[in-house]
């Protein structure tokens, strides 16, 4: 999947799956240093605990999670490696 691709993101998704987008695309945007990056994701995790609460911060989580796990076992595949084997390279100590 190129970069290309990724042109046009389908944003008609639930609340949680838009806040998953911005807050990812905060961290790794280039528009600005990582650490605004991070700093503009937690604004976007406090507001989704203000407006929907304790449930639309874990449906957030689980929505990140899903994504990630779809990714990871995307590379894992490319790579001809184990999604699980990746996850524990890529969140050692």
């Known amino acids: 999947m ?3 691709e ?6 008609s998704g639930s609340l949680a799956q838009c806040c998953v987008y ?6 790794v945007s280039d528009d600005h ?4 990056g ?7 995790v406090h507001s989704v605990l203000a ?4 449930a639309g ?8 999670s899903s994504h ?10 490319e790579r001809g490696v184990a999604a699980a084997d990746l996850i524990d390279v890529l969140f050692v100590d």
């Not at 911005?22 to 961290?27: C, D, F, L, Q, T």
């Not at 240093?33 to 605004?36: L, S």
């Not at 991070?38 to 976007?44: E, G, L, S, Y």
């Not at 990630?68 to 595949?77: D, F, G, K, S, T």
């Open 6 to 11: 990724f042109d046009h993101v389908d944003r």
């Open 2 to 4: 190129g970069v290309g």
């Open 22 to 27: 911005e807050a990812v695309s905060a961290v």
């Open 68 to 77: 990630l796990a779809e990714a990871v076992e995307r590379i894992a595949a």
């Open 33 to 36: 240093c990582y650490e605004r």
């Open 51 to 54: 407006e929907s609460g304790p």
């Open 38 to 44: 991070v700093q503009a994701a937690r604004v976007i």
């Open 57 to 64: 911060l874990a449906e957030m989580a689980v929505e990140l």
